[in-house]
């Protein structure tokens, strides 16, 4: 893979902390940003789908971004998502971003409409690039059809980089499918394929792939960025192995119920503050059954730990 | 059917015309509310899937809708749809709508994360009701589970009908199942259960439901009326059978390409207004081919004509 393929890396799909009335909690949410660099995050994807951003209003976002750039964090390490189900809203997020400074975006597909054509697909990311018109704009396209409802196929890719080469760069993919993964590297070079799924950035790394941008990531992101470092180094392999199998580990394990309550309650035990485990509806917090179980280590677990 | 069942009657889920930039045309839309209405219309469910409301940010949305009553329209006869993904913004949708003295909504779930709970579709509808806090507030459910991905199970609305009686009004349910309407009727008296597809009205007033909101009535409005007036009249018994076949006739025309791309394109004959064709992306017009098929009368409807 190219060393000029942008961005590359690991990326953690930041989680969003709530206050008590299940508003974003900005504090919260720079000190975990802080956190994730401080573990080797290459920066944070902020407000995607693991974030719920969805379920915050516009306004919401913007002050969200803002509070992370006034806490510090550099405009470079920050991928917001913007895409959402108006095409003008996402050009008013994507136009907020660039007015800050934050030039790369994760951008969904217009996700409202189902079974939309290609050259629907097309004319929307079109004309939300014609209509931003800024000549910085670095776009991450964002597949994950299994809760947009909206994949994006190959030809809307390669007609959206042949029309806007220096501005579609790259993609999260987050289908879970390795196969598609490695197809979308090897159909388009110098296009920037990044894993949404922790355990799939090796893989993907070995066949081109530039890295990931994952959920798991808000636990493990000092493993991840391990194996992004070490995983062609062969005096490495043993630790390279080592770190992957602790990726897997964490994913599995907040796999066993859903996925972004459980991440929610493992980072309120990390932090103390059981403030983190709040979610916006229509995402709800586990039960309190669930959370015993899910931190009670699984017998291996506990062999191993002890 | 009880007569104090609301609303009752036919709404047209109203098209949104655009401009040559592809926003919202305020005038032409007035003059297709007034034309809905002047056919027999109850009211027009604006901002709805058929009005790509969801391709609109909720500043166009707020507009539109202060368009309509600028017009002249009732604030009676208008139900905005005002559910969207972050329930933050559809408490301001609604809470906008109610500020213009629009009381009745039709809300969609937030339709971005699949597979939600009922506890999370239930907590969410609440959220919104109590932070809008308007005893005012009347919400038509919006079950239309292949396009927003998230339909609306009956363990749910059993719920937010128990703890809001007055405000969970009705249902439109657009999932195209007479089985799965007349459900809802038998299970919740009293509660307004409209039809999402033009043809299944009849049946579903026949099984005591309230009527219908349906994309349809953009073109065969006077039609779906004379049903809604005279179904349990014996001596229109003929009028309406032959009302009911132009209604299945119009859908059926309307469903043989793009639903909504045709119907804008049958508008657009009507009115003499090519603008009317078009469409926000992710949608897009028929091409002149599916076009020119479309205004092409299939053979038995030229004989009908001859």
Redesign the interface.
Known sequence: MSETVFPRGVFCAALTPLDAD?NPNHAAFAAHCRHLLAEGCTGIALLG?TGEA?????D?RRALLEAALQAGISPDQLLPGTG??????TV?LTRHALSLGVTTVVML??????G??E???V??Y??IVERIGDERLRVVLYHIP?????PLPHGAIARLRERYPGTFVGIKDSAGDLAHMTALVERFPGFAVLAGADPLMLPLLKAGGAGAITATTNLVARDLRFVFDHWADPAQAAAVEAAQARVVAARERASRFAQMASLKALVAERTGDPGWRRM?????PLSETERAALLTPAPDEARRAS
């Open positions: 299940l789908t969805n379920s915050f209003s516009g919401e959402v189900a108006a095409l003008t809203e008013a597909p217009p996700f409202y409409y189902k939309v054509s050259d629907g697909i004319a929307a079109a004309e299994q809760v947009a409802g909206v916006r509806p229509p995402l709800v």
